[in-house]
């Protein structure tokens, strides 16, 4: 069986089981954090179509992301299959690459490929191709959090675009909600917002990106993100997640949290943003 090893523990995330943990842990209960750990909340009958979230090394983003696995984890019934899609930052593999089949390995354990759903969406557009997950990282650091946060078990599609453009990533959203039901999946963005840049015009910049998200209209998001040359490296995987939940019915996103580097490094002169946000 094909098993993706994974690529960036030790760097982007404790490679030891037990140092993960806790670092996953401490994005939790962070002063940044939700302040509540997964196994402590109440469940809720609320519904979940899809999620943003950043994909920065853990003591960056960790507690931006933790209130978007928080969300996750306060969902009664857990979907049986997570579609992660993320930014393609290595230039390899195809336009969008869909990772065809077995596992994907972290410190916490192997996740499962969902073959029956990602042979559904890879077509010519959507290639099974294996090389564009190679090197990236930015599905990769989500499973961790998945694995601490949700006790059921469930499969993984994960999507790497290289191709980011507004036409790809609406494409994308009707091949997904063609063939998937919103309460037997999770969608699952992953994306950073503007890049090194100082705190100030970030937050400016950042605030009118996540006011398009919000807004639900994906042309807007590509308009807005043109004027103010935002330099987000995920707009192609936030825009599928988005129309996609919102051809599923879900129309409603809603910011979990926003914060930039500036929290984890004290230097407000070159920050990165982190957003998370849930859509139902």
């Given at each position: 069986m094909m098993?993706?090893?994974?690529?960036?523990?030790g760097?982007?995330?404790?490679?030891?089981?037990?140092?993960?943990?806790?670092?996953?842990?401490?994005?939790?209960?962070?002063?940044?954090?939700?302040?509540?750990l997964p196994?402590?909340i109440?469940?809720?009958?609320?519904?979940?179509?899809?999620?943003?979230?950043?994909?920065?090394?853990?003591?960056?983003s960790g507690?931006v992301?933790?209130?978007?696995?928080l969300?996750a984890?306060?969902?009664k019934?857990?979907?049986k299959?997570v579609?992660?899609?993320?930014?393609?930052?290595?230039g390899?593999?195809?336009?969008?690459?869909?990772?065809?089949?077995?596992?994907?390995?972290t410190?916490?354990?192997?996740?499962?490929i969902?073959k029956?759903?990602?042979q559904?969406?890879?077509?010519?557009?959507?290639?099974?191709?294996?090389?564009?997950?190679?090197?990236?990282?930015s599905?990769?650091?989500?499973?961790?959090?998945l694995?601490?946060?949700?006790?059921?078990?469930?499969?993984?599609?994960?999507?790497s675009?290289?191709?980011?453009s507004?036409?790809?990533?609406?494409k994308l959203?009707?091949?997904?909600?063609?063939?998937?039901?919103?309460?037997?999946?999770l969608?699952?963005?992953?994306?950073?917002?503007?890049?090194?840049?100082?705190e100030q015009s970030t937050?400016?910049?950042?605030?009118?990106i996540?006011?398009?998200?919000?807004?639900g209209?994906?042309?807007?998001?590509?308009?807005?993100?043109?004027e103010i040359?935002?330099?987000?490296?995920?707009?192609?995987?936030?825009?599928?997640?988005i129309?996609?939940?919102?051809l599923?019915?879900a129309?409603?996103?809603?910011?979990?949290k926003?914060?930039?580097?500036?929290?984890?490094?004290?230097d407000?002169?070159?920050?990165?943003?982190?957003?998370?946000?849930a859509?139902?």
């Amino acid at each position: 069986m094909m098993i993706r090893q994974a690529q960036v523990a030790g760097s982007f995330y404790p490679a030891k089981k037990h140092n993960l943990e806790e670092q996953i842990k401490a994005s939790f209960l962070s002063s940044s954090g939700p302040g509540s750990l997964p196994s402590e909340i109440d469940k809720s009958d609320e519904l979940l179509c899809g999620l943003i979230v950043p994909h920065a090394g853990y003591i960056y983003s960790g507690a931006v992301a933790a209130w978007a696995y928080l969300k996750a984890a306060q969902l009664k019934q857990f979907p049986k299959t997570v579609i992660l899609i993320g930014p393609n930052h290595t230039g390899r593999g195809k336009p969008v690459s869909v990772y065809p089949q077995g596992m994907w390995s972290t410190p916490l354990g192997n996740l499962e490929i969902d073959k029956n759903l990602t042979q559904k969406i890879a077509n010519a557009d959507f290639e099974l191709d294996e090389t564009g997950h190679l090197l990236e990282h930015s599905i990769e650091v989500q499973l961790p959090f998945l694995q601490y946060s949700i006790e059921e078990e469930f499969q993984i599609v994960c999507i790497s675009m290289l191709d980011q453009s507004l036409k790809t990533a609406v494409k994308l959203a009707e091949k997904i909600s063609n063939i998937v039901d919103k309460h037997k999946s999770l969608l699952i963005a992953s994306s950073d917002l503007t890049h090194y840049e100082p705190e100030q015009s970030t937050n400016q910049k950042d605030e009118i990106i996540i006011n398009a998200m919000k807004s639900g209209q994906v042309e807007d998001i590509y308009n807005q993100a043109s004027e103010i040359s935002c330099s987000a490296c995920g707009l192609g995987p936030a825009t599928a997640v988005i129309q996609a939940c919102k051809l599923l019915k879900a129309n409603k996103v809603s910011l979990l949290k926003y914060e930039t580097s500036a929290a984890a490094t004290s230097d407000s002169t070159s920050v990165v943003g982190y957003a998370a946000l849930a859509i139902n």
